[in-house]
T-cell receptor, first 115, second 113 residues
Framework: SQTIHQWPATLVQPVGSPLSLECTVE??????LYWYRQAAGRGLQLLFY??????ISSEVPQNLSASRPQDRQFILSSKKLLLSDSGFYLC??????????????FGEGSRLTVL | AQTVTQSQPEMSVQEAETVTLSCTYD???????LFWYKQPPSRQMILVIR??????QNATENRFSVNFQKAAKSFSLKISDSQLGDTAMYFCAFMNPGNQFYFGTGTSLTVIP
C-alpha cells in the first residue's frame, strides 16, 4: 500500500534562518506531488506542484522554493525565513498513472513557527 | 487558478440532525473533479466524498451526500444523522484536468451532543 511521510512534524526557527521540509512517498511510482500551506482562516494554499523529477510549478511567488531530486521525494526550502512563513505545511500526492482516480493523499503535516 | 469559495466559516448541528455545508467554485473547464475533505483535530486530511463533473448523479457515501449543480457551479455537502466524530474542519476542493487541486477556506463544523 502507498504511504507518505513528512518531517519534521514541528519546527521552530528564527527569522532569517534556512528551512528544509522533506516528504517521501512509498508504494507508488511517478506520483504527482504537492506542497500546501494552511494558515488560519485561509484554507489550503497550493504552493508547488510537480509531475516529475526536476519539474516544479510554482503557484504563488514567495520566499519558498521546492525541489524533486528523486521520483518520490519532494523538498520545500527557504534560504531566509520570514515571520509570514509560519504555518502548517502539508505534502500530498496523487496518482499520475490513473488521473481519473483524482484523490489526494496527505502527509501528517509540519508545523513551522518563525520567531 | 481556479477559485473555491466556502461562505460558512463556522457551523454547528445537534447530534443526529442534518447539516448542509456550502461550496461554490469558478472554472472555465468542463471536465474536473470536486471533493470534500475532512480535517479533524488530529489534522490528518481525510477524503469524505468525490464527484466527477461529467456525472449528473450526485455522489453519496453512507451518511454523506452532495448536491452538485454544474451550471450554478455549486457543490454542497449534506451530512445526515450527524455524529460527534463528524466535528472537524471541512474543505471543498476542485481538481482541474492538470491534476492541480484547489481548496476553499474551510468550514468548521461542531456537532453538539
Amino acid at each position: 500500500s502507498q504511504t507518505i511521510h513528512q518531517w519534521p512534524a514541528t519546527l521552530v526557527q528564527p527569522v532569517g534562518s534556512p528551512l528544509s521540509l522533506e516528504c517521501t512517498v512509498e508504494g507508488t511510482s511517478n506520483p504527482n506531488l504537492y506542497w500546501y500551506r494552511q494558515a488560519a482562516g485561509r484554507g489550503l494554499q497550493l504552493l508547488f506542484y510537480s509531475v516529475g523529477i526536476g519539474q516544479i510549478s510554482s503557484e504563488v511567488p514567495q520566499n519558498l522554493s521546492a525541489s524533486r531530486p528523486q521520483d518520490r521525494q519532494f523538498i520545500l526550502s527557504s534560504k531566509k525565513l520570514l515571520l509570514s512563513d509560519s504555518g502548517f505545511y502539508l505534502c500530498a500526492w496523487s496518482a499520475a498513472d490513473n488521473p481519473n482516480a483524482g484523490e489526494l493523499f496527505f502527509g501528517e503535516g509540519s508545523r513551522l513557527t518563525v520567531l | 487558478a481556479q477559485t473555491v469559495t466556502q461562505s460558512q466559516p463556522e457551523m454547528s448541528v445537534q447530534e443526529a440532525e442534518t447539516v448542509t455545508l456550502s461550496c461554490t467554485y469558478d472554472t472555465s473547464e468542463n471536465n474536473y473533479y470536486l471533493f470534500w475533505y475532512k480535517q479533524p483535530p488530529s489534522r490528518q486530511m481525510i477524503l469524505v466524498i468525490r464527484q466527477e463533473a461529467y456525472k449528473q448523479q450526485n455522489a453519496t457515501e453512507n451518511r454523506f451526500s452532495v448536491n452538485f449543480q454544474k451550471a450554478a457551479k455549486s457543490f454542497s455537502l449534506k451530512i445526515s444523522d450527524s455524529q460527534l466524530g463528524d466535528t472537524a474542519m471541512y474543505f471543498c476542493a476542485f481538481m482541474n484536468p492538470g491534476n492541480q487541486f484547489y481548496f476553499g477556506t474551510g468550514t468548521s463544523l461542531t456537532v453538539i451532543p
